[in-house]
């Protein structure tokens, strides 16, 4: 029994000393289907459902190898959150000069931790959210919609192909 009540005093204890972060980000995830040459904006919104967090910094990630930017962060990018603050912030998602195909990415949330008795803790990953863009050819073009045996024969002329 006084074993049980020592851990939890320690446990409570660690707590105190060590608070958890929550962090519930909406959307949770961004996965989006748009044509090339166009653009769209989305509002994140992340709210602070554990201990106050200094300096939250978002930062964007391509793991699509591209060398176009096409995840852009609005220009503020760096909060501090008490608990239960809520802050926004927009993505850009950008398909200008960009080729049809899946492009991958995610945004990264770090934050110092504010610890009762210790200060602030070293900054750590508290969040991050998976980006994922669809680009389809841009509506009007002489093969949108077309699979790429269509586009074959729209290229080359008349052919008969036999369905095996």
Known sequence: MLTIFISVVVMYLLLLIYPPVHIITDPQEISQNISTNETLVKIIIIRDRGEDLKNLIITKYNTTYNENYWLNLSSNNTYNMSENEIIS?????????????????????????????????????????????????????????????ESIINVKGNITINEL
């Open 89 to 149: 912030f927009q993505v850009t998602l950008d398909a200008t000069n960009l080729t049809q195909g899946e492009y991958r990415g995610y945004i990264e949330i770090n934050a110092n931790k504010s610890m009762k008795f210790m200060g602030e803790s070293k900054p750590k990953l508290v969040g991050q959210i998976p980006v994922v863009l669809n680009v389809a050819e841009a509506k009007g073009s002489p093969t949108e919609g077309a699979t790429q045996k």
